[in-house]
C-alpha cells in the first residue's frame, strides 16, 4: 500500500511538472533565416513563387528524392499550391500562395503527417543594388503550438531544426540561381 501511495505521488509530481512546463514554454515559434544572392530581385522572386523551380532547391527534397510532388493553380500567384506526400522522412503537405504584395510572397502551410498542423510561411525579396545585382532573401515562418503540445515543441528544438533546413535551402537557392544565370 505504502508503494502505491508513492507511485501516485510520483505521478502526480510529474503530471504537475507537465502542466507548469505547458504554462510557462512558449506557444508561438517564429523562425527567420537570409542569404544575398547576386542576381536580380526579379530573378530570385521567380525561383520562390513558382513551385516548380522551388522543388529544385528545397532542402526536403533531398532528404526524400521519392517524394510526390503535385501542382496545383497558375504558378506563381495567389491561390498556386504545391502538395507532396513523402515516401520516407518528410511527412505530407501543402503550401499555398495566399498573398503577394510587394517584396512580400506570404505562404499558408498545412501539414498532414506525421501530425496535422498549421504555420505561416514568407519570402521577403529586396534587390539591395542593381549592378552588379545583389539581392537579400529572408525565408521565415511562424507557428502556433496549443498548450500542452508546446512542450514538445520546446524539448524538440522545432526552431532550430527549421532554422537549419531553412539555411541549408537558401544556400540551395543561390546555387540554383547562379546555374540559371549561368544558363542565360
Not at 504537475?16 to 542576381?39: D, G, H, K, R, T
Request: hydrophobic residues 40%; proline residues 5%.
Amino acid at each position: 500500500m505504502k508503494a502505491l501511495r508513492i507511485i501516485l505521488y510520483v505521478l502526480g509530481g510529474i503530471l504537475l511538472l507537465l502542466l507548469l512546463l505547458a504554462l510557462i514554454a512558449p506557444v508561438n515559434m517564429e523562425v527567420e533565416e537570409s542569404i544575398e544572392i547576386e542576381a536580380s530581385g526579379d530573378l530570385v522572386f521567380e525561383q520562390t513563387v513558382h513551385f516548380p523551380n522551388f522543388h529544385h532547391w528545397s532542402p526536403w527534397t533531398d532528404r526524400d528524392p521519392n517524394m510526390e510532388v503535385t501542382y496545383g493553380g497558375n504558378q506563381g500567384e495567389v491561390g498556386a499550391t504545391y502538395r507532396w506526400e513523402g515516401k520516407e522522412e518528410v511527412g505530407s503537405g501543402m503550401q499555398e500562395i495566399v498573398s503577394i504584395s510587394g517584396d512580400t510572397v506570404n505562404v499558408a502551410l498545412r501539414f498532414y503527417e506525421p501530425f496535422e498542423s498549421e504555420a505561416k510561411s514568407y519570402y521577403i525579396i529586396t534587390e539591395l543594388q542593381s549592378d552588379p545585382p545583389l539581392t537579400r532573401v529572408s525565408w521565415g515562418m511562424q507557428s502556433t503550438f496549443p498548450r500542452p503540445f508546446n512542450i514538445l515543441a520546446w524539448f524538440g528544438n522545432f526552431e532550430g531544426a527549421i532554422g537549419e533546413d531553412y539555411s541549408r535551402g537558401l544556400t540551395s537557392l543561390k546555387e540554383r540561381v547562379a546555374e540559371v544565370v549561368d544558363e542565360e
